[in-house]
């Protein structure tokens, strides 16, 4: 993993200055056999747990997060196939097919201009109707991570049914009537390339469909716990790795910066001393605990499942003070495009658009200890 990790490094500020997807660095990963690591063992797949891929992915994280992310993505869809298949048999057995032969990213792609994220309720815009044998798709989604790289898309749509219907319709790439529309310009995760994806009749084979179902009073809700932990403690770990590497960057900057009036390197000032360890300790104490909550959870721990929004929290927040606090001791040097550092922190402010996101957490913590229920 060290090696992956500097190898996905070395062309990490490339992609973000431009703004391109690295087929380089998931090609990478691909050859490590880390794109099926949560593959089921029944289908003849290592069935990594979440403890392996908090690890995997605070190793890519620290290298190329953009990388890291769409990787996250496969793994979480994989590992919720191992729990609960879902998966009509013939497209999850030609996904694993065409994964052999190279990379083969899968994402589910749930949120849209005006719905927002449906994990907060609310039912698509996004319009699947019956055609023959097919279901014909219509709609956009946004903030489609890695949507120029995928093979596969999960499209969260409704049914023009009475009563409506919701589900993951599998649509493959390069499907007639999808488009990738390039309006990704963010601030950090350049080269994720979360673009705009535009379906206009898209066809889908009518079985090719996961979980579809009547849309209850919230269609979108909360993932069950151990699916919402995966989401929670992998990528923290991922944004853990960003940190990690920003520490890295800051250990050697204070070995290296050598004042005319210090004599010395900045490394030996008592004052650069404990900032890093305020920083060390903050990292080890939050990766110690998704660590323990991720094997926890692969040991079927209900109680540990419930923590992991809390963990997000503690953990992302331990993550974003980090490079902070290397950036105020850095300055001008901590900002300069020439070093990473600025990058990291730009990367690790991604960290809180995730779900479940603060207020959420915080929300459900406080009324839990109000005795609200």
């Not at 499209?155 to 990738?180: C, I, K, M, N, Y």
Request: charged share 20%; with cysteine.
């Amino acid at each position: 993993m060290p090696a992956l990790t500097r190898e996905l490094g070395q062309r990490a500020d490339e992609h973000d200055r431009e703004g391109t997807f690295p087929f380089e660095g998931v090609d990478l990963v691909h050859g490590a056999g880390l794109l099926t690591a949560t593959v089921a063992a029944r289908h003849g797949g290592p069935g990594a747990g979440l403890a392996d891929t908090v690890r995997v992915l605070g190793a890519l994280g620290a290298g190329d997060p953009a990388v890291a992310l769409v990787t996250a993505m496969t793994l979480f869809i994989h590992a919720a196939e191992a729990r609960t298949p879902g998966w009509p048999s013939a497209a999850y057995t030609g996904l694993l097919a065409e994964s052999v032969a190279g990379p083969a990213l899968v994402n589910a792609l749930r949120v849209e201009p005006e719905l927002g994220s449906p994990v907060r309720g609310g039912l698509p815009a996004t319009t699947a109707r019956r055609d023959g044998g097919d279901w014909v798709l219509t709609g956009r989604k946004i903030y489609s991570t890695g949507a120029v790289g995928l093979s596969r898309m999960l499209v969260f749509a409704r049914t023009d049914e009475d009563p409506v219907r919701t589900g993951a319709f599998v649509v493959r790439a390069q499907s007639p009537g999808l488009t990738v529309e390039p309006t990704w310009d963010h601030v950090g995760l350049r080269a994720s390339r979360s673009d705009d994806v535009v379906l206009d009749g898209v066809r889908v084979p009518k079985d090719d469909v996961i979980g579809l179902a009547e849309a209850g009073a919230t269609p979108g809700a909360r993932p069950d716990a151990v699916t919402g932990a995966w989401n929670a403690l992998g990528l923290t770990a991922l944004y853990l790795g960003v940190a990690g590497a920003a520490r890295d960057w800051l250990t050697g900057f204070l070995h290296e910066r050598v004042p005319t009036s210090l004599g010395a390197p900045l490394a030996t000032l008592p004052r650069f001393q404990t900032a890093v360890g305020e920083i060390e300790t903050a990292l080890t104490g939050a990766n110690t605990l998704v660590s323990a909550l991720a094997a926890g959870v692969d040991a079927g721990d209900e109680e540990a499942a419930k923590q992991t929004g809390t963990a997000k929290v503690i953990g992302t927040r331990a993550a974003i003070g980090a490079v902070e606090q290397a950036l105020s001791l850095t300055g001008n040097h901590g900002l300069t495009r020439a070093n990473p550092l600025q990058r990291h922190y730009r990367d690790v402010l991604c960290s809180r658009v995730h779900t479940p996101q603060d207020d959420s957490v915080l929300i459900a913590a406080g009324r839990s200890a109000l005795g609200l229920g």
